[in-house]
């Protein structure tokens, strides 16, 4: 009722006594709000300065601020507001103009939310959460545009990312894209629409991991790219480490190169050689097992060699403390857990070990999708250490049970299992 009676003295100018008038910005464009001194003062410190001598204030401000301030302005008296996706970026600017802390979370709030679900520009975002310092926003773009690359390079969002986005983006490992070739094939669509200068282009060239695109791949690359033929000189010395990491064997390759670096590192691939989906119907409902093969590794020398590996989900398993006991040591009955007490478990191991293996570990990442706006996005991604063959807190906070569950499409869970092999150096090269 109260929220009622704050809406209709907004709406009726019932004994305002101050009057804003906002000015879009570049027009005579002016809109007129009566309002009360007392509540918009209560919220906003700049507010209590500007309304302190005076019963009537001009406030200019942006075109796309001016169009939303009924909005702000509502919630100064109501403390709600319903906001569409291109509303997020002009409220936030009015609430971090006139300092109004709670809008601000509020709006940030609601973005990260949203690119979450795919639905908001997170390219946009990005920026606008750099040029205001909001290091939250900005990583959780950061972290959609990385697990959503291939969605991102076909949108129209594509050709509005700034040279320092892309370079922070092509230094990640945890890029979700087909392969390597997309990659590069998507910078240069970046570069022919950017032109960004020399320089910039040719240190993004550089970030690509060439020794992860096969020999046949680079060679149509160097004989077809317009990108590498005007910055080949560039990338020669790259080019040649990939030649030469594909024509020996890793074991022979890591005895006289570093192979820790980036360049030999996958990133998460979809393409069949590095993983497999796997579609897990009415996933609440009992155990299920499936197994796929990956290549041993990106080399060359490799490409003939398959691991396989076994794959286990259980919904509802219960750790050792919590599994049933039926009776202490004097005999007195104990309560069994409760199936609701488990949580999901998803176990990878090799069907096999072996000396193919030497001078390898393999990193393990699932991807579970979610369907938005008719594209499967992914929506959250658990990576296991080489070392172990699980994810200690996969899915941990999900509802299987739920049909609308956020992890679930159409009562599925959509996962995609990538294996990523990672060489050592074995012997150091004698100086």
Not at 43 to 53: A, T, V
Not at 148 to 160: H, I
Not at 308 to 318: A, G
């Amino acid at each position: 009722m109260l929220l009622q009676r704050l809406q209709e003295l907004l709406r009726q100018g019932n004994a305002s006594d101050v009057v804003v008038r906002v000015q879009a910005a570049g027009t005579d464009e002016v809109r007129v709000f009566h309002a009360h001194r007392l509540l918009l003062g209560l919220h906003s410190e700049l507010f209590r300065e500007l309304l302190s001598n005076q019963s009537e204030v001009v406030l200019q401000e942006p075109r796309d601020c001016a169009a939303v301030f009924d909005k702000f302005i509502r919630y100064l008296y109501c403390g709600e507001l319903t906001v569409l996706l291109a509303q997020a970026i002009p409220l936030h600017k009015l609430a971090t103009k006139y300092g109004v802390a709670s809008l601000q979370r509020g709006v940030a709030d609601y973005m990260r939310a949203h690119l979450a679900g795919g639905a908001g520009p997170a390219v946009g975002w990005y920026h606008y959460a750099v040029s205001t310092g909001d290091d939250a926003l900005r990583e959780s773009c950061l972290q959609f545009l990385a697990w959503n690359l291939s969605a991102v390079a076909g949108s129209a969002e594509w050709g509005a990312v700034s040279p320092e986005l892309l370079a922070q983006l092509l230094r990640r490992s945890d890029l979700v894209l087909q392969d390597e070739l997309e990659l590069f094939h998507a910078l240069e669509a970046w570069l022919g629409r950017a032109r960004p200068p020399p320089a910039v282009a040719e240190r993004a060239l550089r970030a690509i991991r060439y020794p992860m695109i096969p020999p046949a791949q680079l060679f149509q690359l160097q004989a077809r790219s317009a990108a590498l033929a005007r910055h080949g000189p560039a990338v020669a010395d790259l080019l040649l480490q990939a030649y030469q990491f594909h024509a020996a064997s890793p074991l022979h390759y890591a005895k006289f190169f570093d192979v820790n670096g980036s360049a030999f590192l996958p990133r998460n691939y979809l393409a069949p050689s590095w993983g497999a989906p796997w579609v897990i119907n009415n996933p609440a409902r009992d155990d299920r097992s499936t197994s796929f093969q990956t290549q041993l590794g990106p080399s060359g020398h490799d490409s003939g060699r398959r691991v396989t590996w076994n794959v286990l989900f259980s919904p509802r398993w219960l750790p050792v403390s919590l599994r049933p006991v039926y009776a202490d040591a004097a005999g007195t009955a104990l309560p069994l857990a409760r199936p609701e007490d488990g949580r999901p478990r998803l176990v990878v191991t090799p069907a096999s070990s072996g000396g193919d293996a030497a001078g390898v570990s393999f990193q393990k990442t699932v991807l579970v999708g979610a369907r938005q706006h008719g594209r499967l996005l992914v929506r959250h991604a658990y990576s296991f250490h080489q070392s172990s063959e699980e994810a200690g807190d996969f899915l941990a906070h999900a509802d299987l049970q739920r049909r609308n569950s956020e992890y679930l499409v159409e009562n599925a869970l959509h996962l995609h299992l990538i294996i990523k092999p990672v060489y050592h150096t074995l012997i150091r090269t004698p100086k």
